[in-house]
């Protein structure tokens, strides 16, 4: 040491005395504690092994332990027994002066003792999760398992204020075994309540054979809410109460009147596959069955009448005009809302029709100046029906045919932006491209999608101007005069010096 402070200097120079006693007998305390830590845990893992050996033949056969067996046996938390060396080490790492001088009072073994009254969270809640709300043990035996007296001792060096439960003596929670027994019964008559109900609309659950408004006849209407809630409560009767109440009120308007017009609503959910459905109709059989075992706020019908005349349909309560004005306006605007939606660009020669492009043209907006502009509906249209339908749901019709791109764009996407991306897939100049919506075409670079009234899912056709063929691959006929009187005219060869009147 003299050595190196001679050729190095530095300082302060420390010497033995400058060390801190109650550091150092601290830190040897630790050392000391973390290996006794690791001796028990290993005797501990050999004992608890010996008792599941112990307790196997019993368990394998389905048979009681008997009390003899289980005279020397202590019930301790699952949880606790993972996290017992770990919680023990977090105390022994960093404990208090406090513990350390009760370290000190257990000089035969030299093992701190931790209790719950230094404030230690996980250490008082040791074996906590043994006992139910009424301070009983808990009847849920998932919670605990069997382990021997010593390996006890061991832990209860490490957690002295936890508390033992010798399986001989310790009996679960009378009242906590009651509220099982009920929660049981309970479970049972949902799923009995369950299976009688999914019986009975067996079709409404698995959404099949549902009716339309394309057909005479009377049909109930009920809010998806309803539905949804009781179809969670079919699928999965132990965790969901039974549904008792159809709440209708949600499809009442301020004014007491119903405010979705059936005729919009269908033609609306079928062709846009992603919208929110609103309303369900049912059967009358169906209604009758949820008129017998649900209560209901609000009865909404509709009569479809004769399909031939203009107004074929009759609410009750009745329609209202305003609010389903309002509801069919919102419902147009949203289909202009959308993120990363899959729209289809299909190629075409000039010229070209296809069957489709009429049933993908917009119908209710026109093009003004880049603003859109709603088209007023009739009202007397909220009591028309249709006799049937052509649309098709985009999910129905085939994918990716032959010329046909799929592009993920915003509403917000421009149309220069979408013409960029096609030039890569189709080989061609942004210059070149003719995109059409319907009978639009889409010729402002600046304009976005939502200012032509483009939905989610719509199909675009697309155009390309190519070089005409023919003219600039036909051989020269004549000669230019620049090259009469040379060896270039006619068919002289480069190589042949004689003049062509020879």
Same mark, same amino acid.
């Given at each position: 040491?003299?050595?190196?402070?001679?050729?190095?200097? *530095?300082?302060?120079?420390?010497?033995?005395?400058?060390?801190?006693?109650?550091?150092? !007998?601290?830190?040897?305390? =630790?050392?000391?504690?973390?290996?006794?830590?690791?001796?028990?845990?290993?005797?501990?893992?050999?004992?608890?092994?010996?008792?599941?050996?112990?307790?196997?033949?019993?368990?394998?056969?389905?048979?009681?332990?008997? &009390?003899?067996?289980?005279? $020397?046996?202590?019930?301790?938390?699952?949880?606790?027994?993972?996290?017992?060396?770990?919680?023990? =080490?977090?105390?022994?790492?960093?404990?208090?002066?406090?513990?350390?001088?009760?370290?000190?009072?257990?000089?035969?073994?030299?093992?701190?003792?931790?209790?719950?009254?230094?404030? %230690?969270?996980?250490?008082?809640?040791? &074996?906590?999760?043994?006992?139910?709300?009424?301070?009983?043990?808990?009847?849920?035996?998932?919670?605990?398992?069997?382990?021997?007296?010593?390996?006890?001792?061991?832990?209860?060096?490490?957690?002295?204020?936890?508390?033992?439960?010798?399986?001989? #003596?310790?009996?679960?929670?009378?009242?906590?075994? &009651?509220?099982?027994?009920?929660?049981? @019964?309970?479970?049972?008559?949902?799923?009995?309540?369950?299976?009688?109900?999914?019986?009975?609309?067996? #079709? /409404?659950?698995?959404?099949?054979?549902?009716?339309?408004?394309?057909?005479?006849?009377?049909?109930?209407?009920?809010?998806?809410?309803?539905?949804?809630?009781?179809?969670?409560?079919?699928?999965?009767?132990?965790?969901?109460?039974?549904?008792?109440?159809? &709440?209708?009120?949600?499809?009442?308007?301020?004014?007491?009147?119903?405010?979705?017009?059936?005729?919009?609503?269908?033609?609306?959910?079928?062709?846009?596959?992603?919208?929110?459905?609103?309303? /369900? /109709?049912?059967?009358?059989?169906?209604?009758?069955?949820?008129?017998?075992?649900?209560?209901?706020? !609000?009865?909404?019908?509709?009569?479809? /009448?004769?399909?031939?005349?203009?107004?074929?349909?009759?609410?009750?309560?009745?329609?209202?005009?305003?609010?389903?004005?309002?509801?069919?306006?919102?419902?147009?605007?949203?289909?202009?809302?959308?993120?990363?939606?899959?729209?289809?660009? @299909?190629?075409?020669?000039? *010229?070209?029709?296809?069957?489709?492009?009429?049933?993908?043209?917009?119908?209710?907006?026109?093009?003004?100046?880049?603003?859109?502009?709603?088209?007023?509906?009739?009202?007397? +249209?909220?009591?028309?029906?249709?006799?049937?339908? %052509?649309?098709?749901?985009?999910?129905?019709?085939?994918?990716?045919?032959?010329?046909?791109?799929?592009?993920?764009?915003? +509403?917000?996407?421009?149309?220069?932006?979408?013409?960029?991306?096609?030039?890569?897939?189709?080989?061609?100049?942004?210059?070149?491209?003719?995109?059409?919506?319907?009978?639009?075409?889409?010729?402002?670079?600046?304009?976005?999608?939502?200012?032509?009234?483009?939905?989610?899912?719509?199909?675009?056709?697309?155009?390309?101007?190519? +070089?005409?063929? *023919?003219?600039?691959?036909?051989?020269?006929? $004549?000669?230019?005069?620049?090259?009469? *009187? $040379?060896?270039?005219?006619?068919?002289?060869?480069?190589?042949?010096?004689?003049?062509?009147?020879?």
């Amino acid at each position: 040491a003299n050595v190196w402070y001679e050729n190095y200097q *530095g300082g302060p120079r420390l010497k033995s005395e400058d060390l801190c006693e109650t550091c150092v !007998q601290m830190q040897c305390k =630790k050392l000391r504690a973390l290996a006794q830590l690791d001796d028990d845990s290993k005797q501990l893992s050999e004992l608890v092994k010996k008792c599941d050996s112990e307790c196997a033949p019993y368990l394998k056969v389905g048979q009681d332990i008997p &009390n003899s067996v289980l005279a $020397t046996k202590v019930w301790i938390s699952k949880e606790s027994l993972r996290n017992w060396k770990k919680i023990a =080490k977090r105390a022994i790492d960093g404990p208090s002066q406090v513990a350390l001088d009760k370290a000190d009072q257990n000089k035969e073994n030299e093992v701190q003792q931790v209790s719950s009254e230094e404030g %230690n969270g996980d250490i008082g809640s040791f &074996n906590a999760d043994l006992f139910c709300e009424h301070g009983n043990m808990s009847p849920d035996p998932s919670t605990r398992r069997l382990i021997p007296k010593e390996a006890w001792a061991i832990i209860e060096k490490y957690f002295s204020n936890s508390v033992m439960l010798v399986a001989t #003596d310790s009996m679960s929670c009378d009242d906590c075994r &009651n509220l099982e027994q009920q929660n049981t @019964i309970e479970v049972q008559r949902s799923k009995e309540i369950a299976a009688k109900q999914r019986s009975a609309l067996g #079709d /409404l659950y698995c959404n099949r054979n549902r009716p339309d408004i394309d057909k005479v006849g009377e049909l109930y209407i009920v809010s998806t809410n309803f539905v949804q809630e009781w179809k969670r409560f079919i699928k999965d009767p132990s965790r969901h109460r039974p549904v008792v109440n159809i &709440n209708n009120r949600t499809l009442i308007c301020e004014h007491e009147k119903f405010m979705y017009p059936m005729m919009f609503v269908s033609e609306f959910l079928k062709c846009n596959e992603e919208a929110d459905e609103m309303v /369900l /109709l049912i059967t009358p059989e169906e209604w009758l069955f949820m008129e017998e075992n649900f209560e209901c706020d !609000q009865e909404i019908k509709v009569n479809v /009448l004769n399909l031939d005349k203009k107004d074929n349909l009759e609410y009750r309560p009745d329609i209202c005009n305003t609010c389903a004005e309002s509801w069919l306006e919102g419902a147009f605007r949203r289909q202009f809302q959308y993120q990363d939606a899959p729209i289809y660009v @299909i190629r075409r020669e000039k *010229g070209e029709t296809f069957e489709s492009e009429d049933e993908d043209a917009p119908k209710t907006t026109n093009i003004v100046s880049g603003k859109r502009e709603v088209k007023p509906v009739n009202p007397d +249209a909220w009591m028309q029906g249709f006799a049937g339908s %052509n649309s098709v749901r985009r999910s129905q019709r085939p994918r990716n045919a032959k010329g046909e791109k799929t592009y993920k764009v915003s +509403a917000t996407t421009t149309i220069k932006e979408l013409k960029s991306k096609i030039c890569t897939d189709f080989k061609t100049l942004l210059s070149d491209q003719h995109l059409y919506y319907g009978s639009n075409e889409l010729d402002n670079l600046s304009k976005k999608l939502q200012d032509y009234d483009i939905p989610a899912g719509a199909k675009l056709y697309l155009e390309i101007d190519t +070089a005409e063929n *023919g003219s600039m691959d036909e051989p020269m006929s $004549t000669v230019e005069t620049g090259f009469q *009187g $040379t060896l270039l005219q006619g068919g002289s060869a480069f190589g042949d010096t004689r003049s062509p009147s020879s």
